[in-house]
């Protein structure tokens, strides 16, 4: 059974930033290919960022050169590192793993994620 468990959620204001984090159980972390997605109130779940196993990512284009996600391996842990936050970032956040054997193929999408995390809620607001 594996377990994906999301931290790090906050209220915050315009400008500032919060850093996600994301632990998955179950199996050997370095075997997951893991994404962000978020969801605000209204829409669809989307893609906020993606990292394959060996470390390869994509983000989404209203997140690029704010947002960094990265992984440690060795502390069976993900991180989505958000700067210069906007009101328009608010949403609950989801983390998503799944058991890949490539290591270089980054997934963007929600149907290639069978494990995910409960949401953690993010409000940027002043």
């Known amino acids: 059974q594996v377990q994906v468990v999301e931290s790090g959620g906050g209220l915050v204001q315009p400008g500032e930033s919060l850093r996600l984090s994301c632990a998955a159980s179950g199996g050997t972390f370095s075997s997951y290919a893991m994404g962000w997605f978020r969801q605000a109130p209204g829409k669809e779940r989307e893609l906020v960022a993606a990292i394959s196993r060996g470390g390869r990512t994509v983000y989404a284009d209203s997140v690029k050169g704010r947002f960094t996600i990265s992984r440690d391996d060795a502390k069976n842990t993900v991180y989505l590192q958000m700067n210069s936050l906007k009101p328009e970032d608010t949403a609950t956040y989801y983390c998503?793993?799944?058991?890949?054997?490539?290591?270089?193929?980054?997934?963007?999408?929600?149907?290639?994620?069978?494990?995910w995390g409960q949401g953690t809620q993010v409000t940027v607001s002043s």
């Open positions: 998503a793993a799944d058991f890949r054997t490539s290591t270089i193929v980054v997934f963007t999408t929600i149907g290639e994620y069978d494990y």
